[in-house]
């Protein structure tokens, strides 16, 4: 018995200094939420974080500047256009664009069409562009020219995107 003693004191005395030492660890602040090595946050301040990264990446969206000019024009921005006989205006990919007056036809580049949102068709290269209907342009080399059998001055043509508007010479037209 006297055996089972002496082992049994060593053993509890140590018990009790290792449950003293944790106890006293947690009172530390060691392990508690709330200091520096566990910071705490609130609700309102992950939302203004994340209200500041949506801010920042639809900056970086949106351009900065409008158009500078009817030849090169660019942006979010819709920007109306004088379209003269002879001018080819050609947009950029992701742009759109509608005819308000006169006859146009379609300019591409290779045999795809350009979609006309408004009737749900692809106009083919060199058919004609309705009024007022909504052309979308999925790249680039793609655009409208006045039709050479029609007499017509100046037709006004709204872009929203960007664009270069050309001479019959290949001359890039500036304001």
Request: hydrophobic share 35%; glycine share 10%; no cysteine.
């Amino acid at each position: 018995m006297k055996k089972w003693k002496k082992v049994g004191t060593p053993v509890a005395l140590a018990a009790i200094l290792l449950t003293g030492y944790a106890a006293y660890s947690q009172a530390d602040g060691a392990t508690q939420p709330g200091n520096v090595d566990d910071p705490l946050i609130t609700k309102s301040y992950v939302d203004q974080q994340l209200q500041q990264l949506v801010q920042k990446e639809v900056a970086k969206q949106i351009p900065s500047t409008p158009p500078t000019s009817p030849g090169t024009g660019g942006g979010l921005m819709t920007s109306v256009v004088e379209l003269k006989a002879g001018q080819t205006l050609t947009l950029n990919a992701g742009s759109e664009l509608i005819v308000r007056n006169g006859k146009t036809l379609t300019v591409s580049s290779d045999d795809n069409g350009i979609p006309d949102v408004t009737a749900g068709i692809d106009v083919a290269p060199n058919a004609p562009v309705q009024i007022n209907h909504l052309l979308m342009f999925p790249r680039e080399g793609r655009g409208i020219k006045p039709d050479p059998r029609v007499k017509q001055d100046i037709i006004f043509v709204m872009v929203r995107g960007g664009f270069k508007l050309t001479n019959a010479d290949g001359s890039i037209v500036t304001p």
